[in-house]
C-alpha cells in the first residue's frame, strides 16, 4: 500500500522530487502589487492595500468587518480579548487543534478546557460540549460559571480542523443557551462554509490565517472577522498600540498591541485572495483523487461533511492503528513524499497537562491514526 501511495503522489505532482505537504502558489498579480507598495513607500503598517485587504476578505467571507493582522495567533489573542476573556477565566476549547489555539487563551491569563472532537469532522464536538456544561456549568447573573473550579467560563473556541466545518449550528445553539462568546478560530478554513455560511462567521469573532502553509498566504499574517461594527472598532484600536487618532500627538488611551498587518504582506494578501477560488478548485480536484484512490485501496480519508463545502486544506487518511501510521509515515518520508502526523493532543503537552477536560476518546483516536498528504494547490 505505501509504495503504491508514494507512486500515486509522484504520479499526481509529476515529479521525481521532494514533495512537501503543503507549499504556497504565486501565479497571480503578487510581484505587480508588491512592486507598487515598495514603490508607494508605504511598505509597513499604514497603506492602501491593508484598507483593500481587509475590504475584500469581508466580502469574500460576508463579515460585515474585517482586521488584519500579523499573523492568526494575534488575531486569536486580540478575539478573546474583545469577547471579554480576562486573567483567570476559562475558555473552552478542543484537545485536539493547532497550538497557537490554546497559547491565545494562556495570553488573555485563561485556561483552556479540552473536551473532545467529532469523529467525522475532527472538530469541536457540540455533544462533548454539552456534556461538560451539563456537569459543570452553573448560570450567575446571566453568565456560565464552572461549579467546579469557581471560574467563569468566559468563551468557547471551536477549530475547523484541515478546512473542515465544525457542526456550528449545534455549537452556536448551545452557546446561545448559556450565554457563552463564541469566538471561532477560522485560520485553516478560508473558503469553507457551511450551509452556504462562510467560516468564521457563526460565532461573534473569526479569525484567519495567512501564515505560509494556509491555503493562501501573506507571509504571515491573520484577520479578525466580526459583524459587530463596536467590537470591530476595538479591533482596530488593540491592534494598532491602542492610540487615539491626531495629527501629531501620541496618545494611547490602553495598553494596546502592535498586531498590524504590513502593508507589504496585504499587497501579497490582495494578490492571494483574486486567487482563492481557482486554488479551491483545483484542491477539490485532488481531494477527489486522493478519495477515489483511498476507496481502490482500503485507505479512508477524511471527507468534508455533509451540509458543508471544505476547502480541502490539507488532504488527511485515517490509518489503521498507531503502528501502521508510523510505518506509512516512515516508508513515505523517507522516500520524499512528505507526510505528517495531526498534532499531539493539547491536554498530552506539559505546559497544558493540569488542565481541565471532559472524555477525549476521539480526540486520542484520532491522534494515533491521522496523517497529513501533500496538498499543494497543482
Ligand atoms: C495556522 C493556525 C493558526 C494561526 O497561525 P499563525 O501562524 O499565527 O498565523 C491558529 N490556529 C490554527 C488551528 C492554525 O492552523
Not at 253 to 271: E, I
Amino acid at each position: 500500500m505505501y509504495d503504491d501511495f508514494i507512486r500515486f503522489v509522484r504520479e499526481v505532482y509529476q515529479t521525481d522530487e521532494l514533495i512537501p505537504l503543503h507549499e504556497p502558489r504565486f501565479q497571480g498579480r503578487e510581484k505587480e502589487y508588491l512592486i507598487d507598495a515598495i514603490d508607494s513607500t508605504f511598505v509597513s503598517s499604514v497603506g492602501k492595500y491593508v484598507d483593500r485587504f481587509e475590504k475584500d476578505c469581508a466580502e469574500y467571507t460576508g463579515a460585515k468587518y474585517a482586521v488584519a493582522t500579523v499573523n492568526g495567533t494575534a488575531a486569536l489573542h486580540t478575539a478573546l480579548m474583545l469577547v471579554g476573556v480576562k486573567r483567570d477565566e476559562e475558555v473552552i476549547t478542543q484537545a485536539l487543534t493547532f497550538i497557537a489555539t490554546c497559547n491565545a487563551i494562556h495570553y488573555c491569563g485563561a485556561e483552556p478546557i479540552f473536551v473532545d472532537v467529532d469523529r467525522a469532522t475532527l472538530g469541536l464536538s457540540p455533544q462533548a460540549l454539552q456534556d461538560y456544561l451539563d456537569e459543570f456549568a452553573e448560570e450567575r447573573n446571566g453568565e456560565t460559571w464552572n461549579k467546579q473550579t469557581g471560574k467563569r467560563i468566559a468563551a468557547c473556541l471551536p477549530m475547523h480542523t484541515f478546512g473542515h466545518p465544525a457542526d456550528m449550528d449545534r455549537i452556536v445553539q448551545i452557546c446561545e443557551k448559556y450565554h457563552i462568546p463564541l469566538v471561532e478560530d477560522a485560520a485553516e478554513a478560508l473558503g469553507s462554509t457551511l450551509n452556504n455560511q462562510h467560516c468564521g462567521t457563526f460565532g461573534r469573532v473569526g479569525v484567519l490565517s495567512f501564515n505560509g502553509n494556509k491555503i493562501m498566504t501573506t507571509g504571515g499574517g491573520g484577520m479578525i472577522l466580526t459583524d459587530d461594527e463596536t467590537l470591530a472598532k476595538q479591533a482596530k484600536h488593540l491592534t494598532t498600540t491602542a492610540k487615539q487618532p491626531h495629527s501629531w500627538q501620541f496618545i494611547h488611551d490602553q495598553v494596546g498591541f502592535n498586531y498590524r498587518m504590513p502593508n507589504l504582506n496585504a499587497a501579497l494578501g490582495v494578490a492571494q485572495l483574486e486567487c482563492v477560488s481557482l486554488f479551491l478548485e483545483k484542491k477539490r480536484k485532488l481531494a477527489a483523487r486522493y478519495i477515489a484512490w483511498g476507496q481502490q485501496n482500503g485507505v479512508q480519508c477524511l471527507i468534508e461533511p455533509k451540509t458543508a463545502c471544505s476547502n480541502y486544506w490539507l488532504n488527511a487518511v485515517m490509518l489503521e492503528d498507531m503502528s501502521e501510521r508510523d510505518a506509512f509515515l516512515k516508508a513515505t518520508n523517507q522516500q520524499g513524499v512528505m507526510t505528517r502526523p495531526i498534532w499531539e493532543p493539547m491536554h498530552q503537552l506539559s505546559m497544558y497537562r493540569q488542565c481541565q477536560k471532559g472524555n477525549l476518546a476521539n480526540t486520542e483516536w484520532a491522534a494515533e491514526r491521522v496523517v497529513n498528504i501533500p496538498s499543494s494547490v497543482i
